[in-house]
Antibody
Framework: EVQLVESGGGLVQPGGSLRLSCAASGFTFSSYWMHWVRQGPGKGLVWVSRINSDGSTTGYADSVKGRFTISRDNAKNTLYLQMSGLRAEDTAVYYC????????????WGQGTLVTVSS | SVLTQPPSVSAAPGQKVAISCSGSSSNIGGNYVAWYQHLPGTAPKLLIYDNDKRPSGIPDRFSGSKSGTSGTLGITGLQTGDEGDYYCGTWDSSLSAVVFGGGTKLTVL
């Protein structure tokens, strides 16, 4: 069974940093592209970032480019999102998600971890 | 949102609904559409991929279609357990980004 378990969320002050982790199990993690997607309070799903299977290629939404860094450790089956320069508008539930083998959709999602940016 | 969905739809149990998703040539027009179900307190779930395919375990009450720059999710035999938010998603070749619709809240009256 595919499982994606996020951790690392919490309360952080504006301008602060936080690192999210996503522990993957039930599939060959090193074979899949992975994504982070977020949902602000009362808002819809918004794509944040993606990384290819060996970590050599990454992509970011304009809203986080230069502030967030996605990475992965295939030996530990773990995906990361390093967030810095956090703003109030980054407050959201952050979901770790797996891209399907065909690359045309996201086929599994985690339960999410809440990040709150507030003073 | 880059993709446009109606904010809400509603119907009685047993009835059917259709949820639209409008985009452009850089996203839906040139790429596959997926649909996701997000029920309260749960992780989002893939309902439809490649415009009209259902993953294993998804009942055939759920269907998808695409025409030009728009996609549609159909749900028949509505159940109270279907209440939640539904999102369309695809790749946008101009933005080099995954894009989602704003979501549609389904109410089963």
């Amino acid at each position: 069974e595919v499982q994606l378990v996020e951790s690392g969320g919490g309360l952080v002050q504006p301008g602060g940093s936080l690192r999210l982790s996503c522990a993957a199990s039930g599939f060959t993690f090193s074979s899949y592209w992975m994504h982070w997607v977020r949902q602000g309070p009362g808002k819809g799903l918004v794509w944040v970032s993606r990384i290819n299977s060996d970590g050599s290629t990454t992509g970011y939404a304009d809203s986080v480019k230069g502030r967030f860094t996605i990475s992965r450790d295939n030996a530990k089956n773990t995906l990361y999102l390093q967030m810095s320069g956090l703003r109030a508008e980054d407050t959201a539930v952050y979901y770790c998600a797996r891209e399907s083998k065909t690359g045309s959709d996201i086929d599994y999602w985690g339960q999410g971890t809440l990040v709150t940016v507030s003073s | 949102s880059v993709l446009t969905q109606p904010p809400s739809v509603s119907a009685a149990p047993g009835q059917k609904v259709a949820i639209s998703c409008s985009g452009s040539s850089s996203n839906i027009g040139g790429n596959y559409v997926a649909w996701y179900q997000h029920l309260p307190g749960t992780a989002p779930k893939l309902l439809i991929y490649d415009n009209d395919k259902r993953p294993s375990g998804i009942p055939d009450r759920f269907s998808g279609s695409k025409s030009g720059t728009s996609g549609t999710l159909g749900i028949t035999g509505l159940q109270t357990g279907d209440e939640g938010d539904y999102y369309c998603g695809t790749w946008d070749s101009s933005l080099s980004a995954v894009v989602f619709g704003g979501g549609t809240k389904l109410t089963v009256l």
